[in-house]
């Protein structure tokens, strides 16, 4: 399928940072992170707050991961260049964004 990139702002305009576990079908085809069902939710929630475009979504996981819910998901997340990636993204977006 291929990488699940952020959703959002990264014009230095976020206010609001959401980070998911990893995508689904939905997400997987479109290459972008909150666009099936759970992120219709949460699009409406911050909607129904005022929040319509000063947001960033990022997901723990670029890819998806078959039944992640394990100790090997948890160190894949915890260590090594999986962990730096979202890190340098997260530096980026706290470095950029108040």
């Known amino acids: 399928m291929g990488p699940l990139f ?8 976020a206010r609001v940072l959401l980070v998911g ?3 689904a079908t939905d997400e997987a085809l479109v290459h ?16 129904s707050v005022g929040i319509t475009s000063s ?3 990022i997901n723990t996981f670029v890819y ?5 819910y394990d100790e090997f ?3 894949l997340a915890m260590s090594g260049s999986i ?14 964004n108040d």
């Open 6 to 13: 952020y959703r959002g702002r990264l014009d230095g305009t």
């Open 83 to 96: 962990r730096d990636h979202r890190n340098q993204i997260l530096q980026k977006i706290f470095n950029e």
């Open 64 to 68: 998806s991961i078959y039944e992640q």
């Open 73 to 75: 998901a948890r160190e």
């Open 32 to 47: 972008r992170a909150f666009t099936g069902g759970t992120g219709q939710k949460v699009q409406s929630f911050l909607n």
């Open 21 to 23: 576990q990893e995508g």
């Open 55 to 57: 947001y960033i979504f």
